[in-house]
């Protein structure tokens, strides 16, 4: 029933029925409004992915060195220029290759190689003791991926897909004027999955910034070898023999050289045994005096055989022994800017 004839019917009724009704024109029907439409609702914001805080121990064995020459000309006692309250910019990179031979029916022959990763860092100085031992900390203020030759994707996909981001990511420990490492702790206050993984690598590639230097003056020609226990993906138990060389001393740089070796003995994991554990590798390093971090780079390769038998669920193959071949290539490197 619409508004006018509602008040039709009022007047009637109010006259009995026995007068004609107004003749006073009634006010015009509002139109109607549009009903609005109703706004869709917003999807809800996405919930960001959980993160956890990331605190490792960086175990570093004792290294033993041994003078082999001293070198000609005019020699020094090389040390690390550790001023308190410094801190110096620098690049580290990344690389790493793993390949695997093996049968089919234990996964066939696998290769993957990571694109270069490149954090950018600051290394600062905090306490000096009275031997020269200095607190570092290394911290990570951005991070990058470089194209490599044979990676799995381009730099910049890894780092889009794959890379989280550790940025704000501390390394702290000491080192000696010689370059005897301390015991060193990876912090990250909040790291999603891509992070923590990020975090795996860089633990598992992170060389010594400092070669362990003789504590008596050398020269050009000097020679020395460091041997230290060394655990392959982190897990097998070798030893790391680096043979140095000075190549060159100009002005205030060092050249160093040095060549790495690495051996281990069988070692069995359960029912997985591990043998032919070898490996060998390069390091070049700068050593300018005054600068407390030099410039290096490093490549090492390992190999080592993998033996496993056949668990009871492999049909007719269980209890039958499967070899697969497993080679690694790790690089590092430090760039001051």
């Not at 203020?141 to 501390?170: C, E, H, P």
């Not at 290096?296 to 055989?305: E, L, N, R």
Request: hydrophobic content about 40%.
């Amino acid at each position: 029933m619409n508004r006018t004839f509602s008040l039709v019917l009022v007047a009637l009724f109010a006259c009995g029925g026995s007068s004609a009704p107004p003749t006073t024109p009634l006010p015009p029907e509002p139109e109607p409004k549009p009903a609005e439409e109703a706004k869709p609702t917003p999807p809800p914001k996405p919930e960001p992915p959980p993160t956890v805080t990331v605190d490792r121990q960086i175990d570093v064995p004792k290294s033993t060195l041994k003078l082999v020459k001293a070198g000609t000309g005019k020699k020094a006692v090389l040390k690390l220029a550790a001023a308190q309250g410094t801190t110096q910019h620098v690049d580290l990179l990344l690389d790493f290759l793993q390949k695997t031979d093996a049968p089919a029916d234990v996964g066939g022959s696998q290769q993957e190689i990571v694109p270069t990763v490149v954090l950018a860092s600051d290394v600062s100085v905090g306490d000096v003791g009275s031997d020269g031992t200095a607190k570092f900390t290394v911290k990570v203020s951005g991070v990058d991926a470089k194209d490599r030759a044979g990676a799995m994707m381009s730099g910049a996909d890894f780092k889009a897909q794959k890379m989280g981001d550790v940025t704000g990511l501390t390394v702290t420990g000491s080192v000696s004027p010689d370059g005897q490492l301390g015991a060193m702790t990876m912090h990250l206050d909040k790291a999603d999955a891509r992070a923590k993984a990020l975090t795996d690598l860089i633990r598992l590639l992170l060389a010594p910034m400092w070669p362990q230097l003789p504590t008596t003056a050398i020269g050009v020609g000097a020679k020395w070898t460091v041997s230290t226990p060394f655990k392959i993906v982190d897990q097998l138990d070798s030893t790391q023999t680096v043979d140095y060389e000075v190549v060159s001393h100009k002005g205030s740089a060092w050249e160093l050289k040095g060549n790495v070796k690495i051996t281990g003995a069988t070692q069995k994991v359960d029912a997985t045994t591990f043998d032919k554990i070898a490996g060998s590798g390069s390091i070049a390093m700068t050593l300018t005096e005054g600068t407390f971090v030099p410039q290096s780079t490093s490549s090492i390769s390992s190999d080592f055989q993998v033996s496993v038998t056949l668990p009871p669920n492999a049909g007719s193959a269980a209890g039958q022994q499967r070899a697969a071949q497993v080679h690694l290539e790790q690089g590092f490197g430090v760039t001051p800017k």
